[in-house]
């Protein structure tokens, strides 16, 4: 710090004016919220939707279109935070959209929970734009601590205290774990800036024994967020014991955090030992792909069935990473926002499916649909078709994407296996798509949902099949922010 000022400037605030309008918004709220009664609970709900649009707004107002740094190299602001940014909100608010009638059939309509969210984004954002692992920490805790209060939000539900008390305990360990990792590189490298990361770690240095340790431990802690195996013990109890509502956030913002963090620690501060830590996500990959679908064969309840989904999705985003070079990031990242749409609108039509006293959790539930509902189950077909990676929906490409990336740096047995997996994970969705066209429903219930509710929904599985019609345009995005 020698030489640095010591009193923080407007022109270092700016780059974090969005996280300081989050903050402020979120205390805002919360205050606002001691004194509203609740039939009026819903203002709450507007007020949140509109700090995130404010938050997007102000984002897109000071976004940069090459790398800077500010706050002494512990922030960052590039196009890819931007635009990562920019997805965690849509993702948060669409969220929140789809939880509001869930939450107030079940008297769950508090203010609490949509400040939790807020600070969950919140969050989000210093992992987008951490410039040093400093950072990166602080994020995690801030988005880490938000996510276990949402899990545990019903409060009479003894479930959900079960899976908050165990997402809690294992990822206290994970956070443990990967600041032991920072704590040895810290002492191997004399820095904890990223930028001086990638600098320090290169020729002999990469493959020295205390960075190799520092490695393993950074990556167990990266694993963790993501939900790899065998670190993933706690997606599917969390999924399955949360309010589908919190299921639904859990399982789309988050995400994007996730990327965002290996991409920072991985690509940008190690990138100069990505032979050791390539290898290390080889195995991540290929077993979270293959236990992940193969798990989500025996499943019935269907929020499980779509957690041990996302922990098969999250191999193939690390097989993007792993790639080590620009088109696997582009590729990874590319998997990632695809997966965030169509995670979005798969647990907002379980939210669609449940009504007071009765949650669609099981996959009978889901039995003929289409004769109660054509249009949502022609939805409900899209996204199942986007996660199995059936053309022509986005999430062909997105296996395209991360398939072509590890055939380019040689790992085509990698690249086969991908393949093999995917058609065993198919299986599953299609049985999805089974029941709701070929089984007789069991009742004639109608959907219970608002306008809105219906709209947004509807957008969601139709983009699932308009970016698969013109995938150029996500594949675009991610090559501009990625060079």
Partial sequence: MDGMATVLTL???TPAAAEVFLAAA????????TFLPEKRRGWTFLLSIAALAGAAWVTSLIAVPERSVALYGHFVADPMGTVLKLF???????????SRDYMARRSLLRGEYFVLALFAVLGIQVIVSAGSLLTLYMGIEIMSLSLYAMVAFDRENGIA???AMKYFVLGAIASGTLLYGISILYGVTGTIRLDELGAAVQGPDASSIGLLLALAFIVVGVAFKFGAVPFHMWVPDVYHGSPTAVTL????????????????????????????????????????????????????NIKRMLAYSTISHVGFILLGVLAGNAVGYRAAMFYTLTYVILATGAF???????????EAEWLDDYKGLNQKSPWFAFVMLLLMFGMAGVPPTVGFWAKVQVISAVLNVGFTWLAALAVLLSVIGAYYYLR??????????SGREALDA????????????????ALGLFPGLLISLCGYVLP
């Fill in 249 to 300: 956030f859990i399982g789309s913002a988050p995400k994007i955090a996730s990327f965002a963090l290996a991409m920072r620690v991985l690509a940008e501060g190690l990138g100069g030992a990505v032979d050791a830590w390539q290898d290390m996500l080889i195995v991540l990959a290929v077993l979270s792909m293959a236990i992940g679908n193969v798990v989500a064969i025996a499943q019935t």
């Fill in 450 to 465: 608002g306008g809105g509710f219906r709209f947004v929904l509807s957008l969601n599985g139709l983009a699932v099949l």
């Fill in 161 to 163: 205290a079960e899976a």
């Fill in 348 to 358: 907002g039509v379980v939210l669609l499916m449940s009504r007071k006293g009765f």
């Fill in 88 to 98: 965690a909100y849509g993702a948060a608010a669409v969220a929140l959209l789809y």
């Fill in 432 to 441: 999805i798509v089974k029941l709701m066209y070929f089984d007789e429903a």
């Fill in 11 to 13: 022109a270092e605030l």
């Fill in 26 to 33: 979120a205390c805002v709220i919360l205050l606002v919220d």
